[in-house]
């Protein structure tokens, strides 16, 4: 397997993971509204799903932008270089490990807080039972 194909299959995945926690986070989100209570306030752990949930909207929010702002950062850098070089901006360049970092350092964040999110959730069902 080369690794171009390597990365394209981790950013399907990724993909995945993200399309499908969004929907899952929507859902938890939902669920939590039927534990209102009358004074329409929330549980204590129904409150930290929820903002658990706001977080985990947020930092998928800003993986996504961090990764735009940073590779468009580099890359007009290397446009810059190319043009200067050789009076073009065509041509490869070799996209450096470190543009990549923090918007996994997001992603892995976010999905660690939708968790967080399910196990309040998931608390809050128990302790009903």
Same mark, same amino acid.
């Not at 194909?5 to 399309?19: A, G, L, N, S």
């Not at 993986?63 to 590779?71: I, K, P, R």
């Not at 450096?96 to 970092?101: A, H, M, N, V």
């Given at each position: 397997?080369?690794?171009?194909? !390597?990365?394209?299959?981790?950013?399907? @995945?990724?993909?995945?993971?993200?399309?499908? &926690? @969004?929907?899952?986070?929507? %859902?938890?989100?939902?669920? !939590?509204?039927? #534990? /209102?209570?009358?004074?329409? &306030?929330?549980?204590?752990?129904?409150?930290?799903?929820?903002? &658990?949930?706001? $977080?985990? *909207? *947020?930092?998928?929010? +800003?993986? #996504?932008?961090? $990764?735009?702002?940073?590779? @468009?950062?580099?890359?007009?850098?290397?446009?810059?270089? +190319?043009? /200067?070089?050789?009076?073009? %901006?065509?041509?490869?360049?070799?996209?450096?490990?470190?543009?990549?970092?923090?918007?996994?350092? *997001?992603? %892995?964040?976010?999905? #660690?807080?939708? +968790? %967080? &999110? #399910?196990?309040?959730?998931?608390?809050?069902?128990?302790? @009903?039972?």
């Amino acid at each position: 397997m080369k690794i171009a194909e !390597c990365w394209q299959q981790y950013w399907e @995945r990724t993909k995945v993971v993200t399309d499908q &926690s @969004r929907k899952l986070g929507l %859902v938890v989100g939902a669920a !939590c509204w039927f #534990f /209102k209570t009358p004074e329409g &306030s929330f549980p204590p752990y129904i409150l930290r799903a929820l903002v &658990s949930l706001v $977080a985990f *909207f *947020f930092l998928d929010l +800003l993986q #996504f932008f961090v $990764a735009a702002a940073l590779l @468009r950062w580099w890359t007009r850098r290397e446009e810059t270089t +190319l043009w /200067k070089t050789k009076g073009t %901006v065509e041509g490869d360049v070799e996209k450096p490990w470190w543009l990549d970092k923090p918007p996994f350092v *997001f992603f %892995v964040v976010k999905i #660690f807080a939708f +968790l %967080v &999110s #399910f196990a309040f959730l998931s608390a809050e069902f128990i302790k @009903r039972l």
